[in-house]
T-cell receptor, first 112, second 114 residues
Framework: DAKTTQPPSMDCAEGRAANLPCNHSTISGNEYVYWYRQIHSQGPQYIIHGLKNNETNEMASLIITEDRKSSTLILPHATLRDTAVYYCIVSSPIQGAQKLVFGQGTRLTINP | EAQVTQNPRYLITVTGKKLTVTCSQNMNHEYMSWYRQDPGLGLRQIYYSMNVEVTDKGDVPEGYKVSRKEKRNFPLILESPSPNQTSLYFC?????????????FGDGTRLSIL
């Protein structure tokens, strides 16, 4: 499994953009980068994913470097409800299982 | 509303008393999976199913069984629960097992085995 490295915690002011970095230097060419978040002990919530190109949806933007060894999740206008643990995951195609390996993630705190 | 529904949400039971955690999705998804989440260990995959009647072991299958008789349901069975199975459990589903399909998670089931 390609491993990911994320800072354990980050703070961001409400209304500002939150930029969450992730390193995945061992990613292989056919592996996707996924971002999920988990609020308290609720079920992980899918945010966004990408392979090579930058992606944007109604929740966030995903910027993947050209060499694909790192990525950044951007929450453009963070709100207090965005306080959560954010997981950067490389999707592992083991035997078709599409296993998601959740590391420790980044605990993002949005401050008023 | 598209969702993955788990029941029960909370359960306290005793060692050896068989229990089943149900999981149902209304999105016609082919792929379903069970994870457990423990402090310091993150989420670990227990079992997964790529379609009806097709199931396979994940990373931590010991002590669990699953079945996939219908597309929408994927129950997790603990035949003889033990205290080390006390955990927070999540069911997830995706359209299929392609790497380009995000998984959608249920709200979780917190099991306490005494």
């Amino acid at each position: 499994d390609a491993k990911t490295t994320q800072p354990p915690s980050m703070d961001c002011a409400e209304g500002r953009a939150a930029n969450l970095p992730c390193n995945h230097s061992t990613i292989s060419g056919n592996e996707y980068v996924y971002w999920y978040r988990q609020i308290h002990s609720q079920g992980p919530q899918y945010i966004i994913h990408g392979l090579k190109n930058n992606e944007t949806n109604e929740m966030a933007s995903l910027i993947i470097t050209e060499d694909r060894k790192s990525s950044t999740l951007i929450l453009p206008h963070a709100t207090l409800r965005d306080t959560a643990v954010y997981y950067c995951i490389v999707s592992s195609p083991i035997q078709g299982a599409q296993k998601l390996v959740f590391g420790q993630g980044t605990r993002l705190t949005i401050n008023p | 509303e598209a969702q993955v529904t788990q029941n029960p949400r909370y359960l306290i039971t005793v060692t050896g008393k068989k229990l089943t955690v149900t999981c149902s999705q209304n999105m016609n998804h082919e792929y379903m999976s069970w994870y457990r989440q423990d402090p310091g260990l993150g989420l670990r995959q227990i079992y997964y199913s790529m379609n009806v009647e097709v199931t396979d072991k994940g990373d931590v299958p010991e002590g669990y069984k699953v079945s996939r008789k219908e597309k929408r349901n994927f129950p997790l069975i603990l035949e003889s629960p033990s205290p080390n199975q006390t955990s927070l459990y999540f069911c997830a589903s995706s359209f299929n097992y392609d790497r380009n399909q995000p998984q959608h998670f249920g709200d979780g089931t917190r099991l306490s085995i005494l």
